[in-house]
């Protein structure tokens, strides 16, 4: 069977759970090499186990997409392993509960909770595009790059402000992007999942999960594997005209 990425080389951030996890599987079973990065080696070396139990090709990298040297070495050992890039996933991401934001309104939100949000969620993925994107230029073979959005960032949400100026910002960030490597068929996309089965919603599904099915068009949260279809679609050549979009994959949440 050929794979929708037979022969391309893959980079995923935020690689070791939920959304990226899957990512990371859903590249390596359309035939994609693929470099896991996460906060920690270990993390980021049982994903590569699960791939290699399937047979596919990954490798492991521990990288901080909030520094910026760290982000540089990660696609430099990502192109070593693999001899170049081609797509990559920015997905590396908290939630306001990780900086102890958790149902605070703007005036409570701490300076520092707010400025590590955004250094995650939003200039962590800058960090990642400009240093994929100078290796893409280089090879001069164009590339794909998706960025993890939300529903918060097509939409305002109580209690979230930083994160949702973040992905706001991510959405910004990948139509400017778009536009600035169209001619060097460097295409950039974002995904906006709506709210997905992954350690990082469980605490909030515990406290309010009630109210916000009841929001969801489709009654249930989606699954990492739902998102992981969207990305690996938009990174392949049947997505070969996408580019500068905010696909939202959200079981209706964003349509009502
Ligand atoms: N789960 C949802 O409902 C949902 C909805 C919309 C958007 N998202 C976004 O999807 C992305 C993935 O979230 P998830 O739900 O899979 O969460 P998750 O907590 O399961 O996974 C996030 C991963 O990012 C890694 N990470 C965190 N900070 C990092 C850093 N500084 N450097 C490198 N890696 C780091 C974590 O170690 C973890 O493995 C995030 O950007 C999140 O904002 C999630």
């Known amino acids: 069977m050929t794979g929708m990425l037979d022969g391309k080389s893959a980079l995923v951030t935020g690689g070791a759970s939920g959304i990226g996890r899957a990512a990371a599987l859903a590249f390596a079973r359309e ?14 070396q049982r994903t590569v186990a699960e791939i290699e139990a399937g047979d596919g090709k990954a490798v492991a990298i521990a990288c901080d997409v909030t520094e910026d040297d760290a982000v540089a070495a990660m696609v430099a050992a990502a192109v070593e392993a693999f001899g170049g890039l081609d797509c990559a996933f920015n997905n590396a991401g908290i939630a306001p509960f990780q900086v102890n934001a958790a149902g605070q309104k703007i005036a409570d939100v701490a300076p520092e909770a707010w400025a590590r949000v955004i250094d995650v969620n939003l200039t962590g993925v800058w960090r990642c595009l400009r240093h994929e994107v100078a290796q893409m230029r280089r090879q001069g073979t164009g590339g794909a790059i998706v960025n993890t959005a939300s529903i918060l960032g097509l939409v305002g949400s109580p209690t979230s402000s930083a ?3 973040a992905k706001h910002g991510v959405v910004g960030l990948t139509r400017t ?27 909030t599904m515990r406290r309010r999960g ?7 068009p489709m009654g249930r949260m989606g699954t990492p594997g739902e998102i992981a279809e969207a990305v690996v679609w938009l990174c392949s050549a049947r997505a070969s005209f996408v580019t500068g979009v905010a696909w939202a994959v959200d079981g209706g949440y964003t349509a009502i």
């Open 163 to 165: 994160y949702v100026a």
């Open 210 to 216: 009630g109210r916000i099915m009841a929001r969801v």
């Open 31 to 44: 035939g994609a090499w693929v470099a896991v990065a996460d906060l920690t080696l270990e993390g980021a």
């Open 177 to 203: 992007a778009a536009a600035d490597h169209a001619e060097e068929n460097i295409r950039v996309n974002a995904v906006c999942p709506g709210y997905i089965e992954t350690p990082m919603t469980e605490e």
